[in-house]
């Protein structure tokens, strides 16, 4: 009625001529659309074929089709006779085929960002669990499928689908199975697509208070206001409404509020809509009861009978008649053109003439938006977010919260006014919509086998690492010089460890160590003190000598394996462990071999009698001696130990560590001393019970004994510890060795020395032998 007034009221738009309209209803039912296209065809409400009983005022262009089946309903009809159909429902891809539907005109603009608007107020607002509810039509399928494959790449999960059909005989069944399925979800946001007059069949006044106590999210086009007789509409409290984005009309308001049956006494729709928002006539003989006041006015109306801002769908309809005044326009023009060469008058304006112009019409409507018929040009549809809000006193409000503008950069599309949205009953906040429950931080989301992405398990982080945030898909690593907290939500520096002179166990050690080293140097005096004596003289003295001071060497070199760690440190811990300890072990070997040769050279001839002297076994010692030797300074040239922070053996601390550098040349290095062990047990017990009077051969085999057990028991300790306890065990091994060498074979002999001198004669051991 506006844009029609404006028209005639224009006289450059359509000089000379008035534009009229007639007003059809339409039915969800092919039949009756076919019916009711049929009879404005005939006119005079007459139903007959191929026949017009309309001579005045007959239409030219169908401006209808709130829905595509409506659309594709009546062009069946109106295709065979061209009538142009310009349409102002949603834009649907199939009505532009021009080979199917040459005649039809989509006014609205393309909502293909729709789906892409709502995912992005899903994951605004983190509701990843979501039902959708649609009419069962081409429309909606293409919707839901855009929408699904925009909530798979944002990780949105559809908790449920249910599409209405318009049908009649199964709306019971229909509201019954969707009730079904709105109680068994969990999903506390659903997204609701489709016409008003589908959906109306789901019968939402029938469903409980509670279970619509949800977010729904919708568009425009699903009339969501209370409608007479729907008087549990306002459960949509809080609903947030996709709108096409319009510019205001001017003098729309005042149109609205001037408008009045007396000023059009034969719009019957204007007096019957009266009578129902009034409840009054607007004339006596007009309707039954009251007759109304003369102020009445629709902007003293709730939402539910009148809009004072122009919906989107009214905004196209008003830019449909532009559309087709203009192209009316543009043919006028034409026509005038050609009359005036022929000197001719204008003749009748059949449907079929105007295809032409409308297909080409662009122009600026009064809002100053430029509007175009043309596919191709037609703009992607921007949005406005409105939050529906109804109060107790039966008055509705649809508040303007955000936008989504489609054209801008992408991050920058979507506007959300988070503090003026009202949410639904019950909520007073956002609340998540999710189909398992928030992983907390110190957790990351684990994914279930056969379920969707959105249903999953709350693991805990793994070790080393941490998630500060709620969700999260992986946790984070720490880096290398921090560790978790014990919730595993932060990283906190970790601690520099070695095994150090201050604590309790490198101090025990460095004790024990510097007493066992002062308690073999006070051996050695007591052997040289009395080196006359047969005990001392037995098994040659001079290896005695060599062995004492290598043991008191080796209970000194583990103070190189206490403190921080340092190149020097590294470069002679293991290296004078090697040769102390081969000094030690090749000297208890000569000894078991000399206790062989004294046995063998006491027999007459015997060549062996040389070898039994100190000469012998002190070349064998330094032949030993050197292969270590060699085999260090290899090592030490090749690929040397250096000082190393070990970050991953403990979790809480850095430990500082001599690296080996090379662990074939470090196990190398203990194999040879193991090898001249087994060698001094194996002659040593070979030779136990050989009928000599100074034979220590028992002595040497347990020391030997002692010392492999020692050994063999530290290889798997050794590899199973980490950090300070690792240095701490070899360090232990170092000297219990050592403890057992000097015990087993020195302090018997110091007990005879010291404590029983009289049994250190020549004439006693003969007569008694201690072997």
Known sequence: MLAVEEINMNSKLLPNITLGFHIFNAYHNDERTLESSLVWLSGQGQNIPNYSCERQGKSTVVIGGATSELTVAMGSLLELYRFPQVTYGLFDPLLSDPVQFPSVYQMAPRDTSLPLAMVRLMVHFKWTWVGLVASDDSRSEKFLRDLQEEMVRNDVCVAFIHKSSPSLTKDKYDCSYFLKKLSSSTATVIVIYGN????????????????????????????????????????????????????????????????????DPENIFLWNFWNSAFGCAPKIGKGDGAVCTPNASLDTLRLSYVDLTMSDQSYTVYNAVYAVAWALHEMFLVRSEMESNRNGNNSGIYPWQIHSFLKNIQFNNSAGNHVVLDEKKNTVASYNIFNYVTFGNDTEVLAKVGEFISETPLGQEFIIQQKEIVWPRSWGEPLPSRCDKVCSPGFHIKTQEGKPVCCFDCAPCPQGQISKQTDRDQCMKCPVDHYPNRERIHCLPKSVTFLAYEETLGMALASIAASFSLLTALVLWVFVKHKDTPIVKANNRDLSYILLLSLSLCFLCSLFFIGRPTTTNCLLRQTTFGVTFTVAVSSILAKTITVVWAFRATRPGRRSRRWVGSRGPISLVVFCTFIQVTLCTIWLFLSPPFPDADTHSDPEHIILECNEGSLIAFYSVLGYIALLALGSFTVAFLARNLPDTFNEAKFITFSMLVFCSVWISFLPTYQSTKGKMMVAVEVFSILSSSAGLLGCIFIPKCYVILVQPQMNTKKFLKNNPIS
């Open 196 to 263: 008003t007059d589908t959906l109306l069949t789901l019968r939402f006044r029938d469903v409980p208070y509670t279970l619509l106590y949800r977010m729904w999210i919708t568009s425009s086009h699903w009339d969501i206001v209370k409608k007479p007789g729907y008087v549990h509409f306002d459960n949509f409290h809080g609903a947030l409404i996709f709108a096409d984005q319009t510019s205001k009309i001017p003098g729309f308001k005042h149109f609205l509020k001037t408008i009045h049956p007396a000023k």
